[in-house]
Each structure stands twice: as C-alpha cells, then as structure tokens.
C-alpha cells in the first residue's frame, strides 16, 4: 500500500513564526501536492511539484513556500505565519501520468496563535 | 475553466436506506473523474475513480457511480447505507495528469 506520512497531526504556532510541514511518500511518486482545507471550502491546491527542485503555483500560493530537495519528501514552509494560516494542511503524491489517483497523507492540523 | 460542484452540502440518510451523491464537473475534454472518503480527523481515501469504458464504475466498500456525459454528472451511490459510511465525500476532476480539482464535499450522516 502506498503510504504518504505528514510528520505532525497537530501543531500550534505563534504568529510570524517560520513554520514547516513535512511529508514523506514510500512509492516513488513523480508528484506531490499540498492542500489545504478548511469548512465549506473543500481542498484547495497552494502548490505542486512534478519532480526535484520542481514546483508550480496552484491556487492558493501566497504566503506559502515549498522545497523538494529529494524525490520522496516535499514540504511546504510558512515563511511568517498569521492566524489566517490556521488550518488542516493535506499532502498528496501520485504517478506523473494520466488517469492516476491522488494518494493523501492523514493531515496536519495547524493552529496559529 | 475546469470546476466541479457537489450541490449537495449535508445529507441525512437512514441506515439500510440507499444514497445518492450528486457531482457535476465543467471540463472541456474527456474528464478523468474520482470519488474520495474523508472520515473524522483522516486524509482522504479513493472510493472509484472512472477514466473511460463503461460508464458504471465500481469501487470500494460497496460504492458505485455512474458517469454521464450528457449531463456532466458523476453521481456516487450505494444501494444499502451503514453507519461506518457517515464521512465527508469528496468529488474531483484530474487537470490533465496533475492537479486534481475537488468539489467542496457532501457531509454524510446516517440515523439510526
């Protein structure tokens, strides 16, 4: 089974903190997203990346960044964070190609105070 | 632009009842289409997922839904609901290969 592990479930940080949100996948998937989700929004994309040291913006980048050093392990850095940032962060990976699903991590779930 | 809606935002079903969740999706070409589950506090799981062929699509713990083109539709059913089912269903449209864009969800609850 694929397995895409977020390294906190919880998390509680101070406004203007750098924080960052680990996660690791075991199936060396291509792709790796996170989302974040929040109530009656549904998922939204902040970033993307296709392959090391790649990324792309999805709909939500601001405020956020994202390092891809190794193929296996993506994570997304708030650089100062603000209590607008309090949210569940979800990581994904798949296969770079068509008709592949999404494998998602359990989330985190981030306070800012 | 490429959108997805889930008209529905909470449902109460009876257990043993059947369900029916609705999903609409906009996208010019042929649409790569998925069902996830999200319970309490978990990421999201794959239920189905349809790419081509037969528009009926089987997946996991007794879910189905059936693609229709003409009606840009991808409703998710079971016939007989438990408990277990009460959960958060997500729809989503694959962007070509990358981003998936998800539906804002339909809350499920089962009574007794």
């Known amino acids: 089974d694929v397995k895409v592990t977020q390294s906190s479930r919880y998390l509680v940080k101070r406004t203007g903190e750098k924080v960052f949100l680990e996660c690791v996948q075991d199936m060396d998937h291509e792709n790796m997203f996170w989302y974040r989700q929040d109530p009656g929004l549904g998922l939204r994309l902040i970033y993307f990346s296709y392959d090391v040291k790649m990324k792309e913006k999805g709909d939500i980048p601001e405020g956020y960044s994202v390092s891809r050093e190794k193929k296996e392990r993506f994570s997304l850095i708030l650089e100062s964070a603000s209590t607008n940032q309090t949210s569940m962060y979800l990581c994904?990976?798949?296969?770079?190609?068509?008709?592949?699903?999404?494998?998602f991590g359990d989330g985190t779930r981030l306070s800012i105070l | 632009a490429q959108s997805v809606t889930q008209p529905d935002i909470h449902i109460t079903v009876s257990e043993g009842a059947s369900l029916e969740l609705r999903c609409n999706y906009s996208y010019g070409a042929t649409p790569y289409l998925f069902w996830y589950v999200q319970s309490p506090g978990q990421g999201l799981q794959l239920l189905l997922k349809?790419?081509?062929?037969?528009?009926l699509v089987q997946g996991i713990k007794g879910f189905e839904a059936e693609f229709k083109r003409s009606q840009s539709s991808f409703n998710l059913r079971k016939p007989s609901v438990h408990w277990s089912d009460a959960a958060e269903y997500f729809c989503?449209?694959?962007?070509?290969?990358?981003?998936?864009?998800f539906g804002k969800g339909t809350t499920l609850s089962v009574s007794s």
């Open positions: 989503a449209v694959d962007q070509a290969g990358t981003a998936l864009i």
């Open positions: 349809y790419f081509s062929g037969d528009t």
């Open positions: 994904a990976s798949s296969f770079h190609s068509l008709n592949q699903p999404q494998h």
